[in-house]
Nanobody, 124 residues
Framework: QVQLVESGGGLVQAGGSLRLSCAAS????????MGWFRQAPGKEREFVAT????????YYDESVKGRFTISRDNAKKTVYLQMNALNPEDTAVYSC?????????????????WGQGTQVTVSS
């Protein structure tokens, strides 16, 4: 059974930090790219960050570049999103996604499995 389970969301004040985790099971992890996306109320899902199979290549949306860091631990089959300097505009449900390809992608249709998401709320 394929599972992607996110954790680490919560309520934080502006300027604070959170670290999201996404634990994968039931699928090949070490050769697959992973991504983080988010969806705020009333908005479309948007790309946040992506990492290739080895962790050697990462890309970020301009809105989070310099504040967020994506990383992975293939031995633990887990991908992380370290979020610093959070602001209220970062409030959303954050979901991780798995791609059968090892290459990064900013496009959600290139991901084949998704987690349920974890809520991140940033208060001003």
């Amino acid at each position: 059974q394929v599972q992607l389970v996110e954790s680490g969301g919560g309520l934080v004040q502006a300027g604070g930090s959170l670290r999201l985790s996404c634990a994968a099971s039931g699928l090949t992890f070490s050769t697959s790219a992973m991504g983080w996306f988010r969806q705020a109320p009333g908005k479309e899902r948007e790309f946040v960050a992506t990492i290739n199979w080895s962790g050697g290549t990462t890309y970020y949306d301009e809105s989070v570049k310099g504040r967020f860091t994506i990383s992975r631990d293939n031995a633990k089959k887990t991908v992380y999103l370290q979020m610093n300097a959070l602001n209220p505009e970062d409030t959303a449900v954050y979901s991780c996604a798995w791609s059968a390809s090892g290459a990064t992608s900013r496009v959600d249709k290139n991901y084949h499995y998704w987690g349920q998401g974890t809520q991140v709320t940033v208060s001003s």
